[in-house]
Structures are given as structure tokens and as C-alpha cells.
């Protein structure tokens, strides 16, 4: 949940319920605070004192008097004052603020104002369903020489950790609450009221239409699936039109081929990159993004029951290609193929990218930090990677390898939806190459967010739990002049 915020020139000091913080730099200087004249200096040998440098992530701690009581100013560092540092020194103020009704933030003197308020924002986030954590600051007040002139960074901070926020909420919700049904809902909610209109497909309008894919994989569920279709009209067109398709599990058990219980814990989240299209394209307007777009949620819950699909089974996708199930637990393609084919055949997009918890090899390939990028388009493939980079949501380009190609060839379908034997490996590169049969030849990219989606650690900008990885990368490539 996004936390309260304020912009200001008269900084409040530190009286017990409320803190100042103010930046210090590498050459350990600490710059003037706006609304502070008796700001008092650090003593000498302070900052030696605490081995600090200067990096961003640092935070001296300073007793003060202040009104007969000792009061606390936090000295923070900026490092080299990169989006990255301001990013991280920013989390770490509010990090150090817990649990405090408020902080007031001197803002650092220069660089990416916008990644220090985002990261501030996003390290006060946390999702709690009662008391069971500890409160995050309830509000951060930031402090500027003249607020005019940060006003429109300080919103473009607000606009990506809010939708980041967004789609961390919606991935943290329990699946018991998070029906296909209820993401549509949020959908609707969250988009509608930000000027974009939103069709939602059900089950008969799924099978009027042919999407054989979302239906099987969502027919051992007591909670049917969803198409959830998010159309973006900007004000004023460019001409481009980009698709955007998320996988939409709502709950992973994997099917009938089922997950033991250690994989299967976190699968709530399998819908995060549904999230991020959903955040996103709920903050295309604010941020004046020209291109129109189309979001596509694939929606459906993997379930396994007398109703599942079963390993063998041959299901027919939109556009009448024949997948054979070898796997159930390989559903998150089946529901993007889907999506994929209804792209290219009845929006006609310039671009396609989808974003998925698509497979556990990404993990294995990337680790955490690093989310797999996949490209039919080098440019495309380089407009991502540098998105990625400079908005916080990092890639790594992994190759397409045709000669793996016939790990998916199928003696009784158009294609099999895995590898039956192991000649080839590579999971998430065949699960790759799967998803491409589907775009018609598009420029597509794809984003495996399986290893990034979830974060094991509260540290910096990321909290325990969903991440909301892709929504910063995606804003930032569709509109590059925000954040
Ligand atoms: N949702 C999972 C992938 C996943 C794993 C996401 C771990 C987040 C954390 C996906 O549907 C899946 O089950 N993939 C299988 C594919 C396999 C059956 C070819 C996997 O990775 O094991
Ligand atoms: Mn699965
Ligand atoms: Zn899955």
C-alpha cells in the first residue's frame, strides 16, 4: 500500500515522532537544508568514526538538542548520485525510519530526484493482511530548496512506485481471494478509472472464441478463467501499437502433474506478469505515453481435479493450432499462446512483449537480480535491455536457439508443450521457443520473470514477497521521458 507523501520547504528537525533526514556527500560534505538555518554539523571524526564513505545505502545516525530534548537527524549517502544509488539511498532513509508516523527528507541536491522518491516509496513498502509486521513510516515528507522545480520528478517518483505497489498487491493477495474472476475485477477497477477501457472474457465468450489454451488450463479449477483485454487510447498518437500480454495464473499447483509442496508455496504470484500489464497500462495516461497499447491477462487457475486436463491430452488454440499436453505444470504458455495468437490475428500489433513466471530454468540460468529477455528483434531486444537498466528492472538477452527446436515436435499435434525426453534441456529457452510459434512473425519480445517476480529479502527497493519486476522496465521503455 502506497504511503502518505508531501512536498515542502520548512523542515521539521526530529522530535520524537518526527525525523529530518539529509543527504551527505562522497566528499563527506553535508549540503544545506532549506527551512533548517541551524542545522547543526556533524561533529569532526564522525563520519570516520562510522567507517563511512559516502555510498549510497549509508546512514549516520545524529543525536541533536533540540527543545531541551535529543532529537535524530539521519545522514544519508548518495554515493556517485546515479538512479541506482538515489534509489537505494532512498529506501534506506524510510527503511530507518520504521514504525515512525513521519520522516522529512532534504532531498539530495542533484541527479534523478524520481529514483530517490521511488525507491524511498518502494522501501516503505510492505503488504500485511493484519498485525503481524512491523509498520513501515506512515509518511514521508520531502524537503526542497524550491518544490516547484521538483514537483514533476517528485510526481513521476510517486506515478512508478505506485504502480510497482500495485502490482505487488495484487501478486501478495491469496489465491483463496484471487480468483480469475477477482483479477478481472482489479482490473477493471484500477484501469477503468484511469481512462482505459477494459473487456473481460469469461468462459463462454472464451469458447465462442476459440481460446482452447486459458479453457484447458483453467477447466480443473472451481474458478473459471478469464480473458482480461485493457485498451489504452492515447490523446495524442504516435501511430505505434504494442501489445502486452501477462501470464494470469492465479494459482500454480501445478495440475495434475502435480508440484511438490516446497514449489508449490509461492505460486500465488504465478500471475505477476498479468499484474505488471495490469499496473501498467493503469499508468499509460499519467505518464503521457503516446503509443497506443493493448494489454492481454491470460487468467486462469491450474488446478488439479476430475475436471483437469490431463498429460496426453491435445487441445486446439485460437487460430486452430493443436498443442499436446505432456505436462500440466506447463500452463503458462498454453494460456499466452492464446493470447499470443488472438495478437497478431485481430490486433495487428507493431510489438508484442509478454511477461511470465514461465519457467524455474530462468532461475537456474539468472538467479534473482536478472530477468530473461528474449527477442525476435534486435532493436527491440536493445530498447528493453536499456529500459531495464536504467529504470532498475535488469535483463539478461538469452539466445533463441532454433537447432532446439524439435524438442517440442509432437507425433500427434502441431507441437508438444514439452521436451518428453532431455536431448535438449534449456527449459526456459524451449518454453521461449514455444511462445514464438504463436506470434505470426512479429516483432515479440518475452520476459521470463520467474527468478525476479519474488523477492526472499527485504532489502533496498525490493520487500519480501512480490517485486512488481517489468512494471518500471515496461513504463520506462513506453514512455521514456517519465521517471
Ligand atoms: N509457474 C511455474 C514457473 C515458476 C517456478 C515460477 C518457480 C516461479 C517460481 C511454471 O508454470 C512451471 O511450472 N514451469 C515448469 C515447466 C516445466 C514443467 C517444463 C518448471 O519450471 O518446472
Ligand atoms: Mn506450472
Ligand atoms: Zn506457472
Redesign the pocket.
Known amino acids: 500500500m502506497p504511503i502518505q507523501t508531501a512536498i515542502t520547504t520548512a523542515a521539521r528537525a526530529a522530535d520524537g515522532a518526527a525525523l529530518l533526514a539529509v543527504p551527505f556527500a562522497a566528499d563527506l560534505t553535508v549540503s544545506p537544508v532549506p527551512g533548517v538555518p541551524d542545522l547543526p554539523l556533524p561533529p569532526e571524526g564522525l563520519f570516520a568514526q562510522h567507517k563511512a564513505k559516502g555510498e549510497a545505502g549509508e546512514i549516520v545516525e545524529v543525536p541533536v538538542a533540540r527543545d531541551g530534548e535529543v532529537a535524530r537527524i539521519l545522514l544519508y549517502g548518495v554515493g556517485d548520485g546515479s538512479a541506482k544509488a538515489l534509489r537505494k539511498a532512498g529506501a534506506a532513509v524510510v527503511r530507518r525510519a520504521k514504525g515512525r508516523e513521519s520522516v522529512s527528507v532534504a532531498l539530495p541536491p542533484e541527479g534523478p530526484v524520481a529514483a530517490f522518491v521511488e525507491g524511498a516509496l518502494l522501501g516503505a513498502y510492505t503488504f500485511r493482511i493484519g498485525e503481524n509486521r512491523s509498520e513501515p513510516v506512515a509518511a514521508v515528507e520531502f524537503v526542497a530548496a524550491d518544490p516547484a522545480a521538483v514537483a514533476d520528478q517528485i510526481r513521476d517518483g510517486e506515478l512508478i512506485a505506485g504502480s510497482v505497489a500495485l502490482a505487488r498487491d495484487l501478486a501478495n493477495t491469496p489465491a483463496s481471494v484471487k480468483t480469475p474472476a477477482w483479477l478481472a475485477e482489479k482490473a477493471v477497477e484500477h484501469a477503468e478509472a484511469q481512462g482505459v477501457a477494459v473487456r473481460v472474457r469469461g468462459p463462454e465468450e472464451l469458447r465462442e472464441g476459440g481460446f482452447g489454451g486459458i479453457l484447458a488450463v483453467g477447466q480443473g479449477s472451481a474458478s473459471p478463467p478469464r480473458l482480461i483485454e485493457l485498451s489504452y487510447e492515447p490523446d495524442d498518437p504516435d501511430g505505434r501499437h504494442v501489445v502486452l500480454v501477462g501470464k494470469g495464473?492465479t494459482f500454480?499447483s501445478?495440475g495434475l502433474?502435480l508440484?511438490p509442496t516446497d514449489?508449490m508455496k509461492?505460486?500465488k504470484?504465478?500471475m505477476a506478469g498479468g499484474a505488471v500489464v495490469i499496473a501498467v497500462l493503469s499508468a499509460l495516461r499519467r505518464a503521457g505515453v503516446r503509443a497506443r497499447v493493448t494489454g492481454l491477462v491470460a487468467a486462469a487457475e491450474?488446478m488439479p481435479s476430475g475436471t483437469a486436463q490431463r498429460p496426453g491430452d491435445v487441445i486446439t488454440h485460437y487460430g486452430g493450432r493443436t498443442v499436446e499436453v505432456l505436462?500440466t505444470?506447463?500452463?503458462?504458455r498454453l494460456v499466452l499462446a492464446d493470447a499470443l495468437a488472438y495478437a497478431d490475428a485481430v490486433l495487428a500489433p507493431d510489438v508484442v512483449v509478454d511477461i511470465a513466471?514461465?519457467?524455474?530454468?530462468i532461475?537456474v540460468a539468472l538467479g534473482r537480480g536478472h530477468a530473461g529477455l528474449y527477442a525476435t528483434d534486435d532493436d527491440l531486444a536493445r530498447a528493453l535491455l536499456d529500459a531495464g537498466a536504467s529504470s532498475g528492472d535488469i535483463m539478461w538477452r538469452m539466445p533463441l536457439i532454433d537447432d532446439y527446436r524439435p524438442a517440442l515436435d509432437s507425433g500427434v499435434a502441431d507441437l508438444a508443450n514439452?521436451e518428453s525426453g532431455s536431448t535438449y534441456g534449456a527449459?526456459s529457452v524451449t518454453?521461449a521457443l514455444f511462445l514464438r510459434e504463436f506470434t505470426g512473425g512479429r516483432p515479440w519480445a518475452h520476459l521470463d520473470i520467474?527468478?525476479t517476480?519474488?523477492s526472499t529479502v527485504d532489502e533496498g527497493p525490493l520487500s519480501k514477497g512480490a517485486t512488481g519486476f517489468g512494471v518500471r522496465a515496461l513504463l520506462r521503455w513506453l514512455a521514456p521521458d517519465a521517471g
Open positions: 495464473i500454480d501445478g502433474s508440484k514449489n509461492g505460486q504470484t504465478d491450474n505436462n505444470d506447463a500452463e503458462g513466471t514461465l519457467t524455474g530454468a532461475s514439452v527449459g518454453a520467474a527468478g517476480g519474488r
